[in-house]
């Protein structure tokens, strides 16, 4: 089983930056893409961005130009750096990755979730 451990949420002020980060743990697995989504009060959840392992980005049109997310593929790393921050982005934060489980017979495919972390942007 793959393990995601989010770190880097809190409360900031309007403006201001926080960095997220999410590390994929477990033994005999590789990581295909991974992603950030957000789910605020009453709203949907929704892809904020994502990254495939060759390093190819997409981003919530809302977040371009503010929100980076990179990847670290030997630390099975993934990271969302999130600048010039409003209030609506206040939500919770999930990590996300696609990957397979190493097999004789082919890779057994997986999808895993962090439990989300807690980003509130308010005066």
């Known amino acids: 089983q793959v393990q995601l451990v989010e770190s880097g949420g809190g409360l900031v002020q309007p403006g201001g930056s926080l960095r997220l980060s999410c590390v994929a743990s477990g033994s005999g697995f590789r990581l295909n893409a991974m992603g950030w989504h957000r789910q605020a009060p009453g709203k949907e959840r929704e892809l904020v961005a994502s990254?495939?392992?060759?390093?190819?980005?997409k981003y919530l049109e809302s977040v371009k130009g503010r929100f980076t997310i990179s990847r670290d593929n030997a630390k099975n790393t993934v990271y969302l750096q999130m600048n010039n921050l409003k209030p609506e982005d206040t939500a919770v934060y999930y990590c996300e990755t696609d990957g397979g489980h190493y097999s004789d017979a082919g890779d057994v495919m997986f999808r895993s979730w962090g439990r989300g972390t807690q980003v509130i942007v308010s005066s």
């Open positions: 990254i495939d392992r060759a390093g190819s980005k």
